[in-house]
């Protein structure tokens, strides 16, 4: 975990609660630390497709709110007939055999199948128990697995699927973003979140890099290449102030401002913001498409597209410097193939894009690679 590993192993059990809500900011006392793997794309991401399929307890709170966009909001006033209404997935309180054993066995826990919107490696998990701060679980585990296709909860439950534990039972911590860095290398596309024995957990992330099925993508033929759906991945960007970058390569149309990706106003003159991207592959790029959705009064002014070939391969115009209009879609048919790894977004001198959107086809090379990556990854 993030925070120190013995941290939270005391023998008192209510170590890890946090003190109870007095009014006021209830985020002043929120507890969080720094998450590297958080600039990964969010696998569960309900705008990438990702959902919360079956929950075996869902009595407070209903589990879909896991993967909810916004941060859990509270409201200390809100009430409805089972009781205290909560932006989260809250199961009820366990209970045990009988009057001689009332507490639950050891064993016993609730559990959310998660499906996630892109397969792909997971680097990361946010579990954030925010306003939870007493009625948090007093551990949790999560395992990940792959099974292609749309399996349902009693297809994804049978005694022959495969569960990995990425993270083990672990204490966490109440009213407070619990991060867990995940070593491996498998490609999964469901996870299962578990509350020992009970709980509540406001949301889940689950971080990493997606890998796309190749020959989904070779049925496609033209695609685009920088979707993050597709393993197109942000690796650098000037300014992350407003919003993530990564943003922009998400699917469908930005539907707010701060869908996309906005960065402050620049003071210094003669710079300007920059977005640098990974694609999946090699591949050869027809057309590009960049959208400032939302964006009035705050869309970058101009903005050029530089691309590369390779780590080390020199970079080369595919757009020009350009102007931008706000809250519309731009359309560039290129003259010839570009034939890029990486592209970088450069906006002057400062300002937002919603969406971009790079048409084409993997290159042969790209195609290979992106097979033998596919194929290492345990697909």
Request: charged share 25%; glycine share 10%; with cysteine.
């Amino acid at each position: 975990m993030t925070f120190g590993q013995n941290e939270n192993r005391h023998e008192d059990p209510h170590a890890n609660d946090a003190a109870p809500y007095g009014g006021g900011d209830p985020y002043a006392d929120y507890r969080t630390t720094d998450l590297p793997f958080t600039t990964l794309v969010d696998l569960a991401d309900r705008r990438l497709g990702a959902g919360v399929i079956a929950a075996n307890d869902e009595f407070f709170a209903q589990r879909e709110n896991l993967l909810v966009r916004e941060r859990a909001v509270f409201d200390p006033g809100h009430f409805g007939h089972k009781g205290k209404i909560m932006d989260g997935w809250e199961t009820r309180r366990r209970r045990g055999a009988d009057a001689a054993h009332p507490f639950p066995a050891p064993e016993e826990h609730d559990w959310a199948l998660i499906r996630l919107g892109a397969p792909g490696i997971i680097r990361g998990i946010v579990v954030d128990t925010a306003h939870f701060r007493g009625n948090y679980p007093q551990r949790v585990s999560v395992q990940a697995t792959a099974v292609e296709g749309a399996p349902g909860p009693a297809e994804l439950l049978a005694d022959d699927v495969e569960w990995e534990e990425i993270v083990p039972p672990t204490p966490v911590r109440g009213h407070a973003a619990n991060g867990f860095e995940i070593n491996g290398g498998r490609r999964c596309t469901h996870v299962r979140l578990c509350q020992h024995p009970d709980g509540g957990i406001a949301r889940l992330r689950v971080h990493g890099e997606v890998v796309p099925d190749p020959s989904w993508l070779a049925t496609l033929g033209t695609f685009d290449l920088i979707s993050a759906l597709n393993g197109g991945g942000c690796e650098d960007a000037s300014d992350r102030f407003y919003s993530s970058p990564t943003q922009i390569i998400l699917p469908g149309t930005s539907r707010k401002m701060d869908d996309g990706w906005e960065n402050r106003r620049r003071r210094v003159r003669d710079t300007n913001d920059w977005v640098r991207f990974r694609l999946p592959a090699q591949g050869a790029v027809r057309a590009v498409e960049i959208d400032t959705a939302c964006l009035k009064g705050n869309a970058a002014g101009w903005i050029a597209l530089q691309g590369r070939d390779g780590e080390s391969g020199e970079w080369f115009e595919i757009i020009p410097r350009t102007r931008l209009q706000p809250d519309t879609l731009h359309r560039f048919p290129l003259r010839a193939r570009a034939i890029v790894t990486h592209v970088r977004l450069d906006a002057f001198p400062d300002g937002g894009v919603a969406r971009m959107r790079l048409h084409g086809s993997l290159t042969e090379s790209g195609a290979a690679e992106l097979t033998r990556r596919h194929e290492e990854s345990g697909a």
